[in-house]
């Protein structure tokens, strides 16, 4: 099979959008343009409204197909029902950084085990990690994507400030530092799940500008 151009992959994936009140992003190596021809394609589609079960299975398994239909891996380590949809209320909570409230101040741990990754804390954390790494916006609500992405970008500065052992703003190398990598050395996946370097320094460079009381933002309700 030739694989077909990502921007085709795109958007049909964009056609998949259940809900034209929310939006859907690709993120991951297709974001990056680092992806192989049989690189799995990590998607994310937000709504108004909570998709029921029916729904939700209608929506993984076109996922599904449109992955078989191009020859490209799937990788269910995160389960779909867990990383594939999301409503409007639980990206502002995420946003919000209620994923990380149980380990607030301190380096979150992470467990690459079904378990863990099936959480309502690690959900919010996948979300969270979503809008503040490399995506592409594939369509839906753009006043409401970039209202979320704003607060996900502040809340990136107040999460660094949290993970540093002083009170002060912390300096631009401070914050990325902290959100990088681990005081035990854990990177990655294995951390926060951030990959690309110079876009969480862009990232809370724009969190840093905007923000400047040190606590997390109020949950804003969904539009």
Known sequence: MIPAPAPTILLEAADLLPDA??????????????????????????????????????????VVALHHRHGLDLDEEVPYPV???????????????????????????????????????????LIFNVLTSPHVFLGGNITAYHRQVGCAERSAAVLAQSLIAHGGPPTLQEAWA??????????????????????????????????????????????
């Open 21 to 62: 009140g929310g939006y859907a992003l690709a993120y991951g190596s297709h974001a990056t343009d680092t992806h192989q021809p049989t690189s799995d394609l990590d998607l994310l589609y937000t709504g108004r409204h909570p998709l029921d079960d029916a729904d939700l299975s209608a929506l993984t398994a076109a």
């Open 83 to 125: 990383k594939l949809y999301a409503t409007g209320d639980q990206v502002d909570q995420a946003v919000a950084l209620a994923g990380f409230r149980p380990s607030w101040g301190t380096a979150p741990p992470t467990v690459r085990e079904t378990w863990f990754l099936s959480t309502d804390a690690f959900r919010l954390r």
């Open 178 to 223: 902290a959100l990088w990598r681990a005081p035990d050395g854990r990177t990655g996946k294995d951390y926060l799940g951030y990959l690309v370097a110079p876009h969480l320094l862009s990232v809370l460079t724009r969190g840093l500008t905007d923000h400047q009381v040190p606590a997390a933002p109020r949950l804003q309700p969904s539009r």
